[in-house]
């Protein structure tokens, strides 16, 4: 069994700019899923063989609670999209998934077990939250462009893999 610290999810708090800056979600997160909502469709034609139409996925999770941070990058973000209600490519950005295997040694930097990066769409839910602190949950939207890759864990990259996915 993997333990789930090693499954890491982050999220570009630049928002399209020149230079990236990975933020890893789960601060405050006791779940995280993406749930991959696939489209399928299971008929019978005229001559009553079965068939099976698997149109793709819609991806989305849940980041939720998310307690907003005074001068962070991402909760800064996240807290001019809800406030000024950015919708659009404006709330677009790059996540990538990464799996994480353990060192030797408890000192050790993990290896990387494999890195995809996808373009999301940021879409605050609410803004408030209970007397825990200021909370701007929000979705993530998968968006496409899932490219498998390496990460860089001491440096928060990305770097795309030379082939294709199809191989």
């Known amino acids: 069994m993997i333990e789930r610290k090693y499954l890491a999810h982050y999220l570009d708090a630049n928002f399209g700019k020149t230079t990236t800056s990975y933020v890893r979600l789960g601060k405050n997160l006791e779940e995280y899923n993406e749930e991959l909502n696939?489209?399928?469709?299971?008929n019978k034609n005229i001559i009553g063989e079965q068939y099976v139409?698997?149109?793709?996925y819609e991806v989305q999770a849940d980041v939720d609670p998310y307690y907003y941070e005074y001068d962070d990058t991402l909760s800064e973000k996240i807290a001019k999209i809800a406030n000024e209600r950015i919708k659009d490519d404006n709330?677009?950005?790059t996540m990538v998934d990464v799996l994480l295997k353990p060192g030797a040694d408890s000192s050790a930097t993990?290896?990387?077990v494999w890195?995809?990066?996808?373009?999301v769409y940021i879409v605050p839910n609410s803004v408030?939250?209970?007397?825990?602190g200021v909370q701007i949950p929000f979705t993530v939207y998968k968006a496409g462009n899932r490219v498998k890759g390496t990460w860089d864990v001491s440096k928060k990259t990305f770097t795309p893999a030379a082939s294709s996915l199809s191989d």
């Not at 696939?38 to 299971?42: A, E, G, Q, R, Y």
């Not at 890195?115 to 373009?119: H, I």
Request: glycine content about 12%; charged content about 25%.
């Open 38 to 42: 696939p489209d399928v469709s299971v």
């Open 53 to 56: 139409q698997h149109n793709g």
């Open 91 to 93: 709330a677009k950005t």
């Open 110 to 112: 993990p290896t990387v």
């Open 115 to 119: 890195a995809y990066r996808e373009d």
């Open 128 to 132: 408030g939250g209970d007397t825990s």
